[in-house]
């Protein structure tokens, strides 16, 4: 008799941990943050926290848990008003798409989650050497002796624990039609592109970048792309360009500086970039628009 072999379906797997931590934290802390290309997610197994993701804050009680995406900015604040929390932070490496259930998930954990958690958690001080409070360490040592197979089992609490939190979300959307952004969800975001725009009219004579945007309005790339393109309609760094221009065409025709001083005012490194950039955005050179606006300002006769 012939045995068919059924190879077992993999839809979701967790391939690197990138680090482990358990933080016991005094009011007053505070992680100025950071973002990063894997996820991550913090739980608190006492206290309270201030968790900020991106342009979101969310004030996270015991027994809640976060999942922060890959890009994503975040910071953590114990205040005077918080309880000391205990935290636990897990980064890890997961490609399979089903992981986008999990994007801006805040939950407070059922008592089967907080078990297959615990076990997660006991497994990592069994596998690795400690310390496992310090938030600039990252690098995970092997633990002598370690029980059997105690990364593997790591691994398995933590997908079978993202299997059931990504099942109780399809679970949630079959019950209730997903609702359109609130109006304050829709007024938040424009906000965050009037602060955005505003930082760069500050800053035009500079040469942003996008790292550097991400990092002074607290946002991940992608959250700031998202909400860039739905609020302007048009990429942030775009935008940018055109801010630049704009202003390039006011000084031109108030003809107190030549397009050498112009081109540095707008933080140009030499005048064939400036010159290049305003042609492309206006059909012409600086030129031919000094002489185009010189030609329609009306002279009175005598």
Request: with cysteine.
């Amino acid at each position: 008799m012939e045995f068919a072999r059924h190879t077992l379906k993999e839809t979701l797997a967790v391939r690197n941990l990138i680090s482990f931590h358990y933080f016991e934290f005094a009011k007053g802390y505070v992680f100025e943050g950071e973002q990063h290309d894997f996820w991550e997610l913090l739980y608190v197994d006492k206290g309270s926290v201030e968790v900020r993701a991106d342009d979101r804050t969310h004030q996270l009680e015991q027994g809640m848990i976060i999942f922060h995406k890959p890009g994503e900015f975040h910071t953590v604040e114990v205040g005077q008003r918080h309880k000391p929390p205990n935290l636990f932070v897990l980064s890890f490496e997961c490609a399979s798409p089903c992981m986008a259930r999990l994007e801006n998930v805040i939950a407070r954990l059922g008592t089967n989650e907080r078990n297959l958690l615990s076990l997660l958690l006991q497994e990592g001080f069994h596998s690795f050497e400690p310390p496992y409070d310090n938030s600039q360490t990252h690098e995970l040592v092997r633990r002598d002796g370690a029980p059997f197979a105690s990364e593997q089992a790591m691994r398995n609490y933590l997908e079978m624990l993202l299997i059931r939190l990504i099942r109780q979300r399809d679970d949630a959307d079959r019950q209730a039609a997903r609702k359109p952004a609130s109006f304050q969800t829709e007024k938040a975001e424009q906000q965050t592109a009037e602060r955005i725009i505003a930082f760069m009219r500050e800053h035009l004579s500079e040469q942003l970048t996008l790292d550097r945007l991400c990092k002074e309005l607290h946002l991940g790339k992608s959250r700031l792309k998202e909400i860039f393109q739905a609020q302007a309609g048009i990429g942030a760094m775009d935008y940018f360009k055109q801010l630049k221009i704009e202003e390039a065409k006011t000084l031109i025709r108030e003809q107190q500086y030549n397009f050498t001083e112009i081109a540095a005012m707008l933080g140009y490194g030499s005048i064939h970039y400036f010159s290049r950039d305003f042609k492309k955005a206006t059909g012409m050179p600086p030129s031919d628009y000094a002489r185009t606006a010189k030609a329609r300002v009306r002279v009175d006769p005598v």
